[in-house]
């Protein structure tokens, strides 16, 4: 595993090139550390779901809404109030077009997003074009990790890359789920 401090000069191409070659990162999020890899990656996203000993679909992370709104399927309504919740961070869960997203990080028709209000991850999310898969760090069960040391003790034999921010402990992204005429919050 490779250890980066995001304030390293050329911390942005390191994550863009391990993007690149299909790696499994570990990086900050404005919530917590989250570990992803590029959305079309089975293998990546068959080692995440290894290391978190589950097997479950994952939210997808993206610079912004317009990557992503033209997979779904909502009326505009939907759509304006989805974009108005990504803004603080949180993730939606909603139906999507078929054949959109990759079915290992999908379930039932619909797929998890967000846009993360990391500076650092934006600028690179924003760089590469296309979303990644996000899930917290940690075993289905425990608590995700939220210092680097930790993080590296538990998977770094079992990551490409950590994307080091220091500590990260805030609360997790309020979800919501969009359904034929109903917006609950989930979390």
């Known amino acids: 595993m490779v250890r980066v401090k995001i304030n ?33 990656n089975d293998k990546g996203i068959d080692k995440i779901n290894e290391m978190k000993k589950r097997q479950q679909p994952m939210s997808i992370a993206l ?18 109030k989805m974009q108005e919740l990504l803004k603080d961070g949180s993730t939606c869960i909603a139906t999507y077009k078929s054949g959109s997203f990759n079915n290992k990080i999908t379930q039932d028709g619909k797929i998890g997003f967000r846009i993360p209000n990391h500076h650092f991850l934006q600028f690179v999310l924003n760089i590469y074009g296309k979303p990644i898969t996000t ?34 402990k805030n609360n997790p992204s309020k979800i919501y789920m969009f359904k034929e005429n109903k917006i609950k919050q989930l979390r």
């Open 135 to 168: 899930t917290s760090i940690n075993e289905a069960g425990f608590e995700p990790l939220y210092e680097p040391d930790a993080i590296d003790k538990k998977f770094g034999n079992k990551i490409d890359l950590l994307l080091d921010d220091g500590i990260i």
């Open 63 to 80: 610079a912004n809404f317009d990557i992503i709104k033209n997979k779904i399927i909502a009326d505009e309504h939907k759509l304006l």
């Open 8 to 40: 390293q000069p050329n911390a942005s191409e390191i994550f863009l090139k391990a993007l690149k070659e299909n790696k499994v990162i570990a990086y900050p999020t404005d919530t917590i550390y989250g570990i992803g890899t590029p959305v079309n």
